[in-house]
């Protein structure tokens, strides 16, 4: 594959001035490894100069909009990461991916937005593969700590035999301007979703005779838990079976179920039934409007109140007449645990010693172990609870 190794930069940040943004320039100024060559980019010359001046660093600043293509071509050209936190993504995200696939760059982001996903998939997975770039979505709380947990419960099962893993996510957490707008844009996509989803499936290849797939049922008792389980529709699930798909450590057959856990049956049909409001809001436009003022971009929780926020994901998983439960956990998972995340992805994508990968890869798959040390080290904690 070409080698991007004689750039400018080792790691460029798009969209620093923003509410996440700005959490994950902290986190890279803070925590890169030693001699690593970043810089901000952005479309506001001021806020950026601002950013860099509160964060004490002696950054190059790289002028890129994401409506100018031109200067996104030139953004991807000068590094060897791109890591992007601008959002909605299937609104502003698709002119950098084409400019990365075509550019050789590797690629980071924070979308849960499978449409994207799947988007990015067929129209620039195969340039990707041609020009060695890995494009890697999906490296916040979604869906780091759901796809590194599996591998990591996976590890901890026997090699060569069929394994199941149901994950179980409980969370406290605060919404984001930005965090908002790509959720309503989401849910008010249906059919581009659908579509997006049939797309891919024409294209992606599936060979082999292993086999993969996700287990879902309706709201069960998980007693381990003491806590009712509810089909979770995130995309965390889809980036667990495309590891699974591409990696033998998963088995011969694996299977996957996501569940959200909640303590009580009632709340747990509160949040339903909020959730399905929420998705027929998104489809009025000036009901989407009106929610949406409520938060603008760059609005998010206080320092504050993102301290009380926490996850875990408790995930369980057999195979070879073996049983493992283990635990992901974190303080604030969708700002302070994301910037963490999306930071460490980034760098170790500029850093370490990683398999030969390319195309549209996912951070089991392209990261693995280097990508799980690095968030440990990050303060994500990864315990096995029983064997």
């Known amino acids: 594959m070409p080698t991007n190794n004689r750039r400018d930069h080792d790691l460029v940040l798009l969209g620093a001035t923003g509410f996440t943004g700005a959490l994950t320039a902290q986190q890279v100024a803070r925590h890169a490894d030693e001699g690593t060559r970043w810089a901000l980019a952005g479309r506001n010359r001021g806020k950026l100069e601002a950013l860099r001046e509160s964060l004490g660093v002696d950054v190059p600043l790289l002028d890129a909009d994401?409506?100018?293509?031109?200067?996104?071509?030139?953004?991807?050209?000068?590094?060897?990461?791109?890591?992007?936190?601008?959002?909605?993504?299937?609104?502003y995200g698709a002119p950098l991916v084409a400019a990365c696939a075509?550019?050789?760059?590797?690629y980071t982001d924070l979308t849960g937005e499978p449409e994207f996903v799947d988007r990015m998939y067929v129209d620039h997975h195969a340039e990707a593969q041609r020009t060695g770039?890995?494009?890697?979505?999906?490296?916040?709380f979604d869906s780091i700590p759901h796809d590194l947990g599996v591998l990591f419960t996976v590890q901890q099962l026997p090699e060569g035999v069929p394994l199941s893993v149901r994950g179980f996510v409980r969370a406290s957490g605060a919404t984001s301007g930005g965090t908002l707008d790509s959720a309503m844009t989401a849910f008010s996509r249906p059919r581009q979703n659908l579509e997006a989803t049939?797309?891919?499936?024409?294209?992606?290849?599936?060979?082999?005779?292993?086999?993969?797939?996700?287990?879902?049922?309706?709201?069960?008792?998980?007693?381990?838990?003491?806590?009712?389980a509810i089909p979770l529709p995130t995309i965390d699930p889809q980036i667990i079976l495309r590891s699974a798909r591409a990696l033998e450590r998963y088995g011969p057959d694996f299977s996957y179920g996501h569940f959200a856990a909640v303590k009580r049956l009632p709340v747990a049909a509160g949040g339903v039934a909020g959730v399905g409001a929420l998705f027929a809001l998104a489809q009025v436009p000036p009901a989407r409007r009106l929610l949406l003022g409520r938060l603008q971009p760059g609005d998010g929780p206080s320092e504050a109140k993102r301290a009380r926020c926490w996850f875990k994901v408790r995930f369980v998983g057999e195979g070879g007449g073996r049983?493992?439960?283990?635990?992901?956990?974190?303080?604030?998972?969708?700002y302070g645990e994301t910037a963490k995340m999306l930071s460490q992805a980034a760098l170790c994508l500029a850093h370490d010693d990683l398999p030969r990968t390319a195309g549209q890869v996912t951070t089991a798959q392209a990261m693995?172990?280097?990508?799980?040390?690095?968030?440990?080290?990050?303060?994500?904690?990864?315990?096995?609870?029983?064997?």
């Open 102 to 106: 075509r550019e050789g760059t590797d």
């Open 198 to 228: 049939r797309a891919r499936r024409r294209v992606e290849e599936r060979s082999g005779t292993r086999r993969v797939r996700r287990v879902t049922r309706g709201p069960l008792r998980e007693d381990s838990l003491g806590a009712w």
């Open 368 to 387: 693995g172990d280097a990508l799980l040390a690095r968030v440990q080290a990050a303060g994500i904690t990864f315990d096995v609870l029983e064997r």
């Open 323 to 334: 049983r493992v439960v283990t635990e992901v956990s974190g303080g604030d998972p969708g």
């Open 66 to 91: 994401v409506t100018d293509e031109g200067s996104l071509r030139d953004l991807a050209a000068s590094t060897r990461v791109v890591t992007t936190t601008v959002g909605p993504y299937v609104r």
């Open 133 to 140: 770039a890995r494009l890697v979505h999906a490296c916040g």
